[in-house]
């Protein structure tokens, strides 16, 4: 499967475990919007994205949600290692942001190609090592950083050609770990200072250097 070479390590796998690691995998497409793992499920493969985006989420009791990360082209994903590892079921969901193309390899082959394959663990655990990092820099903003830094990193980088954001402010929300009302109110004080404009359902920047300036002397 030419597929998997996008994915480092995997040239370094013996040939009696790359054959294994063909038998046994699956590729499917996954359509944008769909639920690939929910809270409380069981996790019966190990995930491989070759092209799309996976977004995967927490939402606590108060029905608020929180981004954890997103697994895209080449990655894995961590809660879904973890999973596997532990033996214990997903506690949050995973949802295809565009159609998404992946691997997926079966519980078993998975546990056999940790055992007997080197080059496979260090990909794994790679990755796992990797998204831990980030995951303990998320819980870092959330408890310890400024909501405002944050927002308007986030818009900085997740502006499209035409500087726009096109999320309400509950996606915002969502994908800071901050409530809607929070982020709402912090977009009107950007828009007062004229740094972007607000209508519905998106954001759009219309003074960058303003905001990269504010970014930049706040974290001096």
Partial sequence: ME?????PGFEKMGESDLALLRQ??????????????ETGSPCRAFLMVLDGCVRVQMIGETGREIVLYRVEDGQTCIL?????????????????????????????????????????RDMVFASYG??????????????FGRVDLRLAQFLIE????????KKTHYELATEL????????????????????????GQVKISRENDLKEFISSQCD
């Fill in 158 to 165: 997740r502006q499209n050609a035409e500087k726009t954001i």
């Fill in 80 to 120: 879904t290692t973890a999973c596997l590892l532990s033996g214990e079921n997903y506690n949050a969901e995973a949802v295809t942001e565009s159609e998404t193309t992946a691997i997926a390899l079966p519980v078993g082959q998975f546990q056999t190609l940790l055992n007997q394959s080197q080059a496979f």
């Fill in 24 to 37: 046994h995998t699956q590729k499917m497409t996954v359509p944008a919007g769909a639920k690939v793992f």
């Fill in 177 to 200: 770990g901050t409530a809607r009302e929070v982020i709402s109110r912090q977009l009107k004080e950007f828009e007062r200072h004229g740094w972007v404009e607000l209508t519905r």
């Fill in 130 to 143: 990797a998204r831990i990092s980030n995951l303990v820099s998320l819980v870092e903003e959330v408890a």
């Fill in 3 to 7: 597929s998997i070479s996008q994915f």
